[in-house]
């Protein structure tokens, strides 16, 4: 049960009930009695009984004061219990529902430099981290995931509408990490085990990669035949240009054909009902991914929350400083009447 006052909630209310408690425990278990004591004689009992009834007076306004100090902490510790929250402002986000992963190969040959960004020459893999980044951010209302693989293929980043720190995960892969080979069957199954809990019609894969698989326990095309038994729909992209310029000891040479195996990437493309793409140069990949956008385009449902702010420490602390009062005029009455 909740109580709610404009922004001000408490989400365990049912601890008011405890209010009463100490009332319940002073009535149900009274004080013990106090014993008397030995009458004195002493010649001066007069004025010995009037210095007596002001400390008396006094020392009562100090236990109503007691009383009072330990009637508010008491009242401000079952108002902590209580979990007091601050409700802001509805917000509204757009969702899709639609869950995408993301594959990147990191492997060695991601390292060649035959892509160009602004007429500068840059290597596959931080052409592939232009691009993709872009379309991250602009995948709103969808949830992203990112797997890295080289020799093996890691999970870097479970499905989340976060797309900031998947971008900012992607940005921060490296060549090599995860080996210098290319385990590409590996990369889809493990897409396939994070993607199956996902409904049907919204589990796709997007696979770069620049080469044939060379490594991995799982064979591509085997990994796709799972995929399509899962209903995962895998869109693979070819990274690379069909010619780059290499260094030699006799200078530089222009060196055609390299090592991608699009006859497999057809095919995973065509078992899981995805579609095969040729990236050749940045514009490429521009294109690839704005096709992409219309193949899977973002759903128009939002979802609503409203944020909740715990705010039970401020009781709290007010009771805890409360406790520290009472205990410090206790302990000042009691020295007070040791002295007299």
């Known amino acids: 049960?909740?109580?709610?006052?404009?922004?001000?909630?408490?989400?365990?209310?049912?601890?008011?009930?405890?209010?009463?408690?100490?009332?319940?425990?002073?009535?149900?278990?009274?004080?013990?009695?106090?014993?008397?004591?030995?009458?004195?004689?002493?010649?001066?009992?007069?004025?010995?009984?009037?210095?007596?009834?002001?400390?008396?007076?006094?020392?009562?306004?100090?236990?109503?004061?007691?009383?009072?100090?330990?009637?508010?902490?008491?009242?401000?510790?079952?108002?902590?219990?209580?979990?007091?929250?601050?409700?802001?402002?509805?917000?509204?986000?757009?969702?899709?529902?639609?869950?995408?992963?993301?594959?990147?190969?990191?492997?060695?040959?991601?390292?060649?430099?035959?892509?160009?960004?602004?007429?500068?020459?840059?290597?596959?893999?931080?052409?592939?981290?232009?691009?993709?980044?872009?379309?991250?951010?602009?995948?709103?209302?969808?949830?992203?995931?990112?797997?890295?693989?080289?020799?093996?293929?890691?999970?870097?980043?479970?499905?989340t509408f976060d797309r900031k720190t998947v971008n900012i995960l992607l940005g921060e892969a490296e060549l090599g990490l995860a080996g210098r080979e290319t385990a590409m069957g590996d990369a889809i199954g493990l897409a396939v085990k994070r993607l199956r809990k996902e409904p049907e019609k919204n589990r796709v894969l997007i696979l770069l990669t620049d080469g044939a698989n060379t490594a991995g326990n799982v064979e591509p095309l085997k990994a796709a035949d799972l995929a399509a038994q899962e209903k995962v729909k895998i869109y693979t992209i070819g990274v690379g240009a069909d010619e780059r310029i290499v260094n030699t000891p006799f200078g530089q040479r222009l060196v055609r054909g390299n090592d991608l195996d699009e006859p497999t990437l057809k095919a995973i493309a065509e078992k899981t009902k995805g579609r095969y793409f040729r990236a050749r140069d940045v514009q490429g990949l521009l294109k690839i991914y704005k096709v992409l956008d219309e193949i899977e385009p973002v759903s128009k449902d939002e979802l609503s929350y409203r944020p909740v702010r715990e705010l039970y420490y401020y009781p709290l602390a007010a009771a805890l400083l409360l406790s520290f009062v009472i205990s410090l005029l206790s302990a000042t009455a009691g020295l007070r009447e040791a002295r007299v």
């Open 1 to 159: 049960m909740n109580i709610n006052l404009d922004s001000l909630q408490f989400a365990a209310s049912w601890a008011f009930y405890l209010l009463p408690l100490p009332l319940l425990v002073w009535l149900l278990f009274p004080a013990a009695p106090v014993k008397g004591q030995a009458a004195l004689r002493i010649p001066f009992f007069n004025e010995l009984q009037i210095d007596t009834q002001g400390r008396r007076k006094n020392k009562s306004l100090l236990r109503w004061l007691l009383v009072l100090l330990a009637i508010t902490a008491w009242i401000l510790l079952v108002t902590a219990a209580a979990r007091p929250q601050r409700v802001g402002d509805t917000i509204r986000q757009t969702i899709s529902g639609r869950s995408l992963m993301m594959a990147v190969d990191i492997s060695g040959s991601m390292q060649i430099q035959d892509m160009l960004i602004n007429g500068r020459a840059v290597s596959r893999l931080r052409a592939v981290k232009a691009v993709a980044s872009d379309f991250i951010e602009k995948r709103e209302g969808d949830r992203i995931g990112l797997i890295l693989f080289g020799t093996r293929a890691y999970l870097q980043a479970p499905l």
